[in-house]
């Protein structure tokens, strides 16, 4: 082994790429809700949908915001604590991070029509709030076995980009030694050659046997870290209407904002033969867009006597505008001695890079799937209420889109094969224990969104140079609350913990074990606002 150190930084202009590079795996990142808006709706775990008179029911069933009779105001903040524990082949790590967070602010401004006509008030409401919260930080790692290594699954994309392009198998070590000597390998010439294969040639992690065929290292041990930030941030625009207090309907328009970033390291302690050595490959990834939507939302009091109250809503898909950007830095303290083709003898490559400068950016289209909503409440003796909802959506029929609206075919089929349509139960409960305070409790459950054996699989042409990935399992949040009404103002606190497993992997290989994640978010939630 050479101390020598081989440098690769990839951030190369991808405008005449025709690699898609989005997976399946950043549309299930956009879909989906967490559990989020003011405290009165968090403790009672959101199950509002036909309970309604908050102004966080926009975002479920808009008919909710006709129940107002009064205008209100309100806006909400908090503490976020992420906790994430892994366990990879007997090896733990674990990371927490703490932030203060502005989850809400909202108004709902009522309109009285009269007593005595069908239609008694037409409400008209707004509220952001955080849809999304991405702020996380996570590390796995432990001993590779039977020579698991991320650098073949290098090899395996350069193997099939040889194969895709024409490359003559006996050839296959001339066509190394011109990426690996050349100035820019990415370039018009060999524009559509996978980055990160690319980047393994060019710092000696891949090579070729005396069988012409491409190999990498054999992994002795690695370590991954990431750190997310930012979330979805969704506006909503509602008008609801109340008939005779027994009908009320509502529409809301939906506008999102999309900001996500990740940083990532990764390295492993390699060997092959008597060369030992490690590498490090640092990926940044960023998204950025916006998203508009629909929802139209019914709630019905069926019997006139009774304050039971069943709500229906449907949400179209969101549509997304969206950009990614990525770039990506390998570096390794290894050479790698590969057969030339030619003759018996080995050789060793040494290379000391140019650097290719640029942004690597992509612009697309998301389409998330439709959203269909029932939900059920009541009241007892003005002391007592009760809320449930069901909700549905088929992540599987998402759908991916280059920027001029051409279909992604293979991520669409990656996405309608390994994610799937995910039901959320919403249980809620509120007791007034004295006429100005309130205890409340509220639990959710989510099916998982990706099957069994679920992968994330780099094209042979991608630009994309992150391997790792997550398959989230269910997922169950418990929630308590307390409330004070004044005669104009009024405050709430929640509590939110919520709890679920994933599967992680570094990179994509059928013999690699799942890093087992325990996933905690605790959330400290307050309200405040004014009814007049």
């Known amino acids: 082994m050479k101390n020598k150190k081989l440098v690769c930084s990839v951030c190369a ?22 559990l989020n808006g003011t405290a009165r709706f968090v403790g009672m775990g959101g199950a509002m949908g036909a309970l309604g008179g908050d102004i966080s029911v926009i975002g479920t069933n808009p008919a909710g915001i006709g129940i107002f009779r009064s205008n209100d105001l309100s806006v909400s903040f908090g503490f976020n604590q992420t906790s994430v524990e892994s366990n990879f082949m007997g090896s733990s790590m674990k990371d927490k991070r703490t ?11 009522s309109t009285k029509i009269g007593n005595n006509t069908s239609l008694r008030f037409v409400n008209f409401g707004f509220n952001y709030h955080k849809s999304k919260n991405f702020n996380r930080l996570f590390a796995s790692g432990g001993n590779l076995t039977g020579g698991l290594s991320q650098t073949w699954q290098m090899a395996n994309m350069m193997g099939v980009y040889m194969d895709e392009v024409g490359v003559p198998e006996a050839d296959t070590g001339n066509e190394l030694d011109e990426i690996y000597n050349s100035n820019n390998p990415y370039d018009v010439n060999r524009y559509d050659a996978p980055y990160l294969g690319v980047m393994g040639i060019r710092t000696n992690l891949l090579g070729v046997n005396s069988e012409n065929k491409l190999i990498g290292w054999d992994g002795l041990g690695n370590k991954y870290t990431s750190r ?27 506008a999102y904002d999309v900001n996500y970033n990740r940083s990532s390291y990764y390295t492993e302690d390699v060997a092959y033969g008597a060369d030992e050595g490690f590498y490090e490959l640092n990926n940044w990834f960023e998204t950025r867009g916006s998203g508009i939507d629909l929802k139209l939302g019914t709630v019905v009091r069926p019997f006139e006597d ?20 990525h770039s990506a830095d390998l570096y390794s303290d290894v050479t790698f001695n590969y057969q030339d083709g030619t003759s018996e003898q080995l050789k060793t490559e040494e290379f000391t890079p140019d650097y290719v400068k640029g942004d690597s950016q992509r612009d697309y289209k998301l389409t998330t799937p439709w959203k269909f909503n029932v939900s059920a409440g009541t009241t007892f003796g003005g002391l007592v209420a009760l809320g449930a909802e069901y909700e549905y959506e088929d992540f599987s029929t998402a759908k991916l889109a280059y920027e001029d609206g051409v279909k992604m075919d293979y991520q669409n089929s990656a996405i309608s094969e390994d994610l799937k349509g995910v039901h959320t139960l919403r249980l809620g409960m509120e007791v007034r224990v004295m006429p100005e305070f309130s205890m409340r409790a509220g639990y959710n459950y989510s099916t998982a969104a990706f099957k069994d054996g679920a992968f994330k699989s780099l094209n042979w042409n991608d630009t994309r140079t992150d391997t790792e990935y997550n398959n989230s399992k269910e997922r169950n949040t418990f929630t308590f609350g307390l409330g004070y009404r004044g005669s104009v103002v009024y405050a709430d606190l929640a509590y939110k913990y919520d709890m679920y497993k994933s599967d992680f992997y570094a990179f994509d290989d059928l013999d690699l074990s799942a890093t087992k994640v325990d996933n905690e978010r605790h959330q400290l939630l307050l309200t405040v606002g004014a009814r007049f």
Do not use: C, K
């Open 13 to 34: 202009l991808v405008f005449a790429l025709g690699a898609e590079a989005q997976t399946q795996y950043d549309a299930a990142r956009l879909m989906g809700n967490e």
């Open 99 to 109: 932030r203060a967070s502005f989850d809400q602010v909202g108004f709902v401004y």
């Open 228 to 254: 997310e930030e930012g979330g979805i941030h969704q506006y909503d625009f509602n008008v609801a209407f109340n008939f005779q207090d027994r009908f009320y309907l509502g529409l809301t328009l939906g």
């Open 306 to 325: 009774s304050p039971f109250r069943i709500g229906f809503a449907i949400h179209t898909p969101t549509w997304y505008n969206l950009s990614d950007y």
